[in-house]
């Protein structure tokens, strides 16, 4: 029998729920699993270089989030909308898929406007949920500055459960240093802890790095609602894995070197695009793929994560790998021991 829903579900004090980022990225707690002999310690994220030795690969996720919240209003009633970018659906004619709220208000033919100066506007063109929507933006200027007017305009955007305001630190600290390819709704949150510091230290001891790319979407923070894993739908999100990560990840396996997925994202990427002969593929393209115990994983040999939400996708992957078992000895630890949870929180490394 597979594992159901009710496996994965665990009460979480509130005060354990992670409102801010620790006071410095390398400096957040670190649970450190050994799948060998289930053993847990407790850790500094930075004593994270202590587990890796030279030709080791670390594999990371490099999207950028974009700031995806925009707060507008209703043409003739003023009232205050919330849209939340989705993905873009055609940048010459500026059409966006995006989720607004309250929703029951937003019909098609709306305009809603954004800005002190209503520099922005949008023209409802399409529902695709309850909540979804098609915007078409309406600006005069070239998509460079349209894009730049996003972005002046847009609210980084924090997970609902972060129920405090959006600061100008977290423009910052809701991004990894190394994020380039901008596409993401929510932070590959595992890769937070790395500070500039801590990956020279890392380069220093010889660690290879490798780069691929996935766009994270709003389904990341969509809870199961079947008993029956194997009936779960996966949103599909956007991922790109090139050849330089192919060779660097193929050749660390051929020399039995540690991988380590820095994030459950990377963890889905790298998996969505492995050959039937265990080998990494080049891939661009879409995956929806749904880990969950029991299953084999042909890549990664270890991985980075925080501590997930109960009955979540992410959740079940990371049972998935460590054994199911361990994982609620874990989560029970981390709650004694008080670790941070979710995406300002703690870290976790499995070995």
């Excluded at 003023?78 to 995006?98: H, M, Q, S």
């Excluded at 506007?121 to 005069?140: K, M, S």
């Excluded at 109960?310 to 049972?319: A, D, E, F, G, R």
Aim: net charge neutral; proline share 4%.
């Amino acid at each position: 029998m597979g594992m159901k829903l009710s496996q994965f579900e665990y009460t979480l004090p509130e005060n354990l729920l992670a409102q801010f980022p620790s006071e410095h990225r390398d400096e957040a707690k670190l649970m450190v699993i050994n799948r060998k002999d289930g053993s847990i310690e407790h850790k500094i994220f930075k004593d994270v270089i202590n587990y890796f030795d030279e030709k080791d690969v670390m594999v990371f996720n490099n999207t950028k989030v974009f700031p995806a919240r925009l707060y507008g209003n209703k043409e003739k009633t003023g009232a205050k909308i919330e849209v939340f970018l989705l993905r873009e659906l055609n940048p010459e004619t500026r059409l966006w898929d995006v989720l607004v709220d309250p929703a029951r208000k937003i019909r098609i033919g709306n305009k809603l406007y954004f800005g002190e100066d209503e520099s922005l506007v949008a023209e409802v063109i399409d529902n695709t949920t309850n909540r979804g929507r098609t915007l078409r933006f309406l600006y005069d200027g070239s998509y460079q500055d349209f894009r730049a007017k996003l972005t002046e305009l847009g609210q980084t955007p924090l997970p609902k459960y972060i129920t405090r305001d959006v600061v100008p630190e977290d423009a910052e600290r809701y991004q990894t240093i190394y994020a380039k390819e901008e596409g993401a709704v929510a932070a590959p949150t595992a890769g937070l802890h790395f500070s500039k510091h801590l990956l020279k230290r890392l380069e220093i001891k010889g660690i290879d790095f490798a780069e691929v790319t996935l766009h994270i979407g709003l389904g990341t923070f969509s809870p199961v609602e079947v008993e029956d894993l194997s009936k779960h739908k996966m949103d599909s999100e956007q991922i790109k894995v090139d050849e330089k990560a192919t060779s660097i990840i193929n050749n660390a396996k051929s020399e039995k070197r540690k991988i380590c997925a820095v994030g459950t994202t990377v963890m889905r990427t790298i998996e969505s695009t492995v050959s039937s002969n265990r080998r990494l593929n080049e891939f661009t393209g879409w995956t929806n793929k749904f880990i969950f115990p029991p299953y084999d994983f042909k890549i990664a040999n270890c991985m980075i994560t925080n501590f997930h939400m109960p009955k979540s996708t992410l959740l079940m992957m990371v049972s998935a790998f460590a054994g199911h078992e361990l994982m609620e000895k874990a989560y029970k630890e981390a709650i004694e021991e008080n670790y941070k949870f979710y995406s300002y929180g703690d870290a976790m490394l499995i070995i």
